[in-house]
């Protein structure tokens, strides 16, 4: 099993940054690939960005230029530091961690972004 502890979220104004990251424990393996997902009120969960064990990352369309993906293999740690966010980055934000056949997810942790 493998347990994901996210960070607080938070209530921001629109074009400021905050940072989330999310630590990974329990039956780590050395490839993996980690990420966060998103969903809004009466939406489905989207994918905003993902990093793999070997540093590869892919993003959202919508939060390309804005929100940047690292990683900590060491601490195995996954962090996602988004800026200029708007009203519409409001979401709850789910950390995940992939190994093939199994996917494991946070808790989630309300970002809200006001106009």
């Known amino acids: 099993q493998v347990q994901l502890v996210e960070s607080e979220g938070g209530l921001v104004q629109a074009g400021a940054s905050l940072r989330l990251s999310c630590a990974a424990s329990?039956?780590?393996?050395?490839?993996?690939?980690m990420g966060w997902y998103r969903q809004a009120p009466g939406k489905q969960r989207t994918l905003v960005a993902t990093?793999?064990?070997?540093?590869?990352?892919m993003y959202a369309d919508s939060v390309k230029g804005r929100f940047t993906i690292s990683r900590d293999n060491a601490k195995n740690t996954v962090y996602l530091q988004m800026n200029s966010l708007k009203p519409d980055d409001t979401a709850v934000y789910y950390c995940?961690?992939?190994?093939?056949?199994?996917?494991?997810w946070g808790q989630g942790t309300q970002v809200t972004v006001s106009s």
């Open positions: 329990g039956m780590i393996f050395s490839i993996s690939t």
């Open positions: 995940y961690y992939y190994v093939p056949l199994r996917t494991y």
């Open positions: 990093i793999t064990s070997g540093g590869i990352t």
